[in-house]
């Protein structure tokens, strides 16, 4: 009985060492928002793809964070002719993809190549390569990429070219491991994706960055991928630690990110950087029967109440948008005014054009084509977190005779729907570059195939955008553009929300960073843990 005494001691105290013993710290957890629509990158506009593609794929050149310049990436040096019509790269010498097998001039001709093939899913991207004509080897590290045109981003768009392994992805199969694999040259190789949950990427130890001489970037051992749309959750795994770094909106940094384990287990930030600010937008359906009416969607601006907004979900940190530019690009028109809540100017404006409450149930109607129809729209929203903007446009709408319903949509059926172009009406957001190119989103050509998702259809602007893509001198560029900007905005294609000013996040303490942010981003990929073990937990 003595000696079982003893050994039900021996067995707590071993138990206790084992879960005093501190953990390993491997992995870096981040979080994407919403699972990738499609896992292969080659012609996919979906964010959350292009997270998962930035650790593993890589262009011929790299944007610097900190000055936003051109640097070497799978080329080492460069050089533009002097028509700027073709640009010659040298690559690396001895860079591997992750399967061992050497990178060449071959890859970067079938990248190319492939935009341009349907097979591959590339039309909703092709609209950005098509001023470039082709990729010439030289030899097996040496190749031109030859302009067809003279579009002034051309190099830009030749130095950014994404590549991909021809032995790879030219195999014969059905195209459905392309969704299960991935294969590039990065310094993260994929390691499992458990779908519905998270992917895990691991080092690429073989990376060739890691031989370059004062390398600081991609420190972590592993990185955790996980997919939560619900900003509240996004939150709380960071109070426990199964997130290290997220994003964080004004209400989480002012309201939500308190309490005595901030500034201790968990930290939050408020910096402000050079990078591009996106926007959010209610996007029309200019084609819809009630919204093909200009007049109608100015009316329906007019119902959107973004100081209170601003106030009540966002505590002054942003400010009323005016439109797809933000207002410290040197491509945004000074001249453009914030639409403002007028309620009264609203109603108006729909009387003028028709719209009455002709059988008392308190919703506008009038005769579309012959029938009779309620002044009612849907309006298509991916994420939980938005749900109170579209609520306070929906009980402001209500009180001038718009029905407004919302409908929220998990987000592949949601890019399903968007890609038909099956919608009343669909919230989203635009990222933003330094330099603003609209031909992607505005121009009548990409209505089909490219992110005109509204149908939005101009003849002016279309013209005046085409004639800007050929103008070299940056200041003459913007003349043309500020005019096409001025055109967008005045024909109301889309409800634009707020610009953010501030850039909030969190991060777990365990992480150790050289500065809160650099000019062109925070850097997370410049960030490491503090030590290699773990604090017991």
């Given at each position: 009985?003595?000696?079982?005494?003893?050994?039900?001691?021996?067995?707590?105290?071993?138990?206790?060492?084992?879960?005093?013993?501190?953990?390993?710290?491997?992995?870096?957890?981040?979080?994407?928002?919403?699972?990738?629509?499609?896992?292969?990158?080659?012609?996919?506009?979906?964010?959350?793809?292009?997270?998962?593609?930035?650790y593993?794929?890589?262009?011929l050149?790299?944007?610097?964070?900190?000055?936003?310049e051109?640097?070497?990436?799978?080329?080492?040096?460069?050089?533009?002719?002097?028509d700027?019509?073709?640009?010659?790269?040298?690559?690396?010498?001895?860079?591997?993809?992750?399967?061992?097998?050497?990178?060449?001039?071959?890859?970067?001709?079938f990248?190319?190549?492939?935009?341009?093939?349907?097979?591959?899913?590339?039309?909703?991207?092709?609209?950005?390569?098509?001023?470039?004509?082709?990729?010439?080897?030289?030899?097996?590290?040496?190749?031109?990429?030859?302009?067809?045109?003279?579009?002034?981003?051309?190099?830009?768009?030749?130095?950014?070219?994404?590549?991909?392994?021809?032995?790879?992805?030219?195999?014969?199969e059905?195209?459905?491991?392309?969704?299960?694999?991935?294969?590039?040259?990065?310094?993260y190789?994929?390691?499992?994706?458990?779908?519905?949950?998270r992917?895990?990427?691991?080092?690429?130890?073989?990376?060739?960055?890691?031989?370059?001489?004062?390398?600081?970037?991609?420190?972590?051992?592993?990185?955790?991928?996980?997919?939560?749309?619900?900003?509240n959750?996004?939150?709380?795994?960071?109070?426990?630690g199964?997130?290290d770094?997220?994003?964080?909106?004004?209400?989480?940094?002012?309201?939500?990110?308190?309490?005595?384990?901030?500034?201790?287990?968990?930290?939050?930030?408020?910096?402000?950087?050079s990078?591009p600010?996106?926007y959010?937008?209610?996007?029309?359906?200019?084609?819809?029967?009630?919204?093909?009416?200009?007049?109608?969607?100015?009316?329906?601006?007019?119902?959107?109440?973004?100081?209170?907004?601003?106030d009540?979900?966002?505590?002054?940190?942003?400010?009323?948008?005016?439109?797809?530019?933000?207002?410290?690009?040197?491509?945004?028109?000074?001249?453009?005014?914030?639409?403002?809540?007028?309620?009264?100017?609203?109603?108006?404006?729909?009387?003028?054009?028709?719209?009455?409450?002709?059988?008392?149930?308190?919703?506008?109607?009038?005769v579309?084509?012959?029938?009779?129809?309620?002044?009612?729209?849907?309006?298509?929203?991916?994420?939980?977190?938005f749900?109170?903007?579209?609520?306070?446009?929906?009980?402001?709408?209500?009180?001038?005779?718009?029905?407004?319903?919302?409908?929220?949509?998990?987000?592949?059926?949601?890019v399903?729907?968007?890609?038909?172009?099956?919608?009343?009406?669909?919230?989203?957001?635009?990222?933003?570059?330094?330099?603003?190119?609209?031909?992607?989103?505005?121009?009548?050509d990409?209505?089909?195939?490219?992110?005109?998702?509204?149908?939005?259809?101009?003849?002016?602007?279309?013209?005046?955008?085409?004639?800007?893509?050929?103008?070299?001198n940056?200041?003459?560029?913007?003349?043309?553009?500020?005019?096409?900007?001025?055109?967008?905005?005045?024909?109301?294609?889309?409800?634009?929300?707020?610009?953010?000013?501030?850039?909030?996040?969190?991060?777990?303490?365990?992480?150790?960073?050289?500065k809160?942010?650099?000019?062109?981003?925070?850097?997370?990929?410049?960030?490491?843990?503090?030590?290699?073990?773990?604090?017991?937990?």
């Amino acid at each position: 009985m003595k000696y079982k005494k003893l050994s039900i001691v021996l067995l707590v105290i071993l138990m206790v060492s084992c879960q005093q013993r501190p953990r390993e710290n491997s992995v870096f957890y981040v979080d994407i928002g919403n699972e990738p629509s499609r896992l292969s990158p080659i012609g996919s506009t979906d964010a959350a793809a292009g997270r998962v593609a930035d650790y593993i794929f890589e262009g011929l050149l790299a944007k610097d964070i900190k000055t936003y310049e051109w640097k070497p990436s799978l080329a080492e040096s460069w050089t533009v002719s002097k028509d700027k019509m073709e640009y010659t790269f040298k690559l690396r010498e001895g860079v591997k993809w992750q399967d061992g097998k050497e990178l060449t001039s071959e890859d970067v001709k079938f990248s190319f190549d492939i935009l341009f093939e349907d097979k591959f899913n590339t039309i909703p991207v092709r609209s950005y390569y098509v001023g470039l004509k082709e990729v010439k080897i030289i030899d097996k590290y040496n190749l031109k990429i030859i302009a067809k045109d003279e579009n002034w981003q051309n190099f830009d768009i030749a130095a950014g070219l994404t590549i991909y392994p021809k032995h790879f992805y030219s195999r014969d199969e059905k195209k459905s491991f392309f969704n299960k694999e991935l294969l590039g040259s990065g310094p993260y190789k994929l390691a499992d994706y458990s779908r519905g949950n998270r992917i895990l990427l691991e080092k690429n130890e073989d990376w060739w960055g890691f031989q370059v001489p004062d390398q600081k970037e991609w420190n972590f051992p592993k990185i955790v991928l996980r997919f939560t749309s619900d900003q509240n959750v996004k939150l709380e795994m960071l109070k426990k630690g199964s997130l290290d770094y997220m994003g964080m909106r004004p209400e989480d940094y002012v309201k939500k990110a308190t309490g005595p384990i901030w500034g201790k287990s968990v930290h939050k930030v408020l910096t402000e950087n050079s990078t591009p600010k996106g926007y959010n937008w209610i996007g029309w359906n200019n084609k819809h029967p009630i919204l093909k009416d200009r007049e109608v969607r100015k009316a329906l601006y007019h119902l959107v109440n973004r100081k209170l907004m601003i106030d009540k979900f966002e505590y002054g940190y942003s400010v009323p948008a005016v439109g797809p530019v933000y207002p410290s690009s040197p491509y945004h028109n000074d001249s453009l005014k914030p639409v403002e809540f007028n309620p009264k100017l609203a109603l108006k404006i729909l009387r003028a054009a028709g719209w009455k409450d002709t059988d008392g149930d308190n919703i506008l109607d009038k005769v579309i084509d012959g029938k009779k129809t309620k002044f009612s729209i849907t309006i298509m929203e991916p994420s939980e977190a938005f749900m109170k903007y579209l609520t306070v446009f929906k009980e402001d709408a209500r009180k001038a005779g718009v029905e407004i319903n919302i409908k929220l949509i998990e987000w592949n059926s949601f890019v399903k729907l968007l890609e038909e172009k099956k919608f009343d009406a669909c919230r989203l957001a635009w990222s933003a570059s330094v330099d603003w190119n609209p031909i992607q989103i505005w121009h009548s050509d990409s209505i089909e195939g490219g992110s005109n998702f509204v149908s939005f259809s101009n003849k002016r602007a279309d013209e005046l955008m085409m004639k800007a893509k050929f103008i070299h001198n940056r200041e003459e560029r913007i003349k043309l553009l500020n005019e096409v900007q001025k055109i967008i905005v005045n024909e109301h294609p889309y409800v634009w929300f707020t610009y953010k000013e501030s850039t909030m996040y969190g991060h777990t303490n365990r992480i150790k960073k050289e500065k809160d942010t650099y000019q062109y981003g925070i850097g997370t990929s410049y960030w490491d843990f503090k030590s290699k073990m773990r604090e017991v937990e």
